[in-house]
């Protein structure tokens, strides 16, 4: 499997992973609260961003690598107007982009690309190196705090809603 395949296909995995924490998410936390108001602003710490991002910038991070791959532009969202509904279509819209992602080849990897953080100089490097640390660090940074912040809120998630990836796995462990 190319990089880029292998790539795509673990930021779609985590994706559903968000993905199956958020319905969790909606059927157990708030139960009288529709809009789940009280996870648009809970945040792990004062100085963080609040959920929305968390699951924003989760979303992102595949937006940036498709953006890269195909030279579109990322998709914006204004998280900080979104409802939970707006969040749980955004994360099936980024797993629809990715897994719609076509004829990819690993000649990204290989080559020189930019990475722009704003307040810091802009860095000239390899495609592998945004993808491996800058990328997918971030990805699984935003989806463990996403998830950290729904288990602050209450919702009885664990070790096993994260690693949801690996049931696939297992399943063709058993049937061996």
């Excluded at 789940?36 to 963080?48: E, V």
């Amino acid at each position: 499997m190319s990089i880029i395949k292998r790539t795509l296909n673990i930021y779609r995995t985590r994706l559903v992973t968000l993905q199956g924490i958020l319905g969790k998410a909606e059927a157990e936390l708030f139960p009288d609260d529709p809009e789940k108001g009280a996870l648009l602003t809970a945040r792990l710490a004062p100085d963080m961003h609040a959920f929305p991002y968390q699951v924003w910038f989760t979303c992102r991070q595949a937006e940036l690598l498709l953006g890269k791959l195909n030279g579109t532009p990322v998709k914006e969202f204004e998280a900080d107007k979104a409802s939970f509904a707006d969040l749980k279509a955004l994360v099936a819209e980024t797993i629809a982009r990715v897994e719609a992602q076509a004829g990819t080849s690993d000649d990204f990897v290989t080559g020189q690309t930019t990475l722009e953080i704003p307040g810091f100089p802009t860095l000239k490097i390899s495609g592998q190196d945004y993808i491996d640390e800058w990328l997918t660090p971030n990805l699984y940074f935003h989806l463990v705090t996403a998830y950290d912040i729904l288990r602050a809120e209450g919702l009885a998630i664990g070790k096993a809603d994260y690693m949801s990836h690996l049931l696939p796995l297992l399943a063709g462990a058993a049937s061996s």
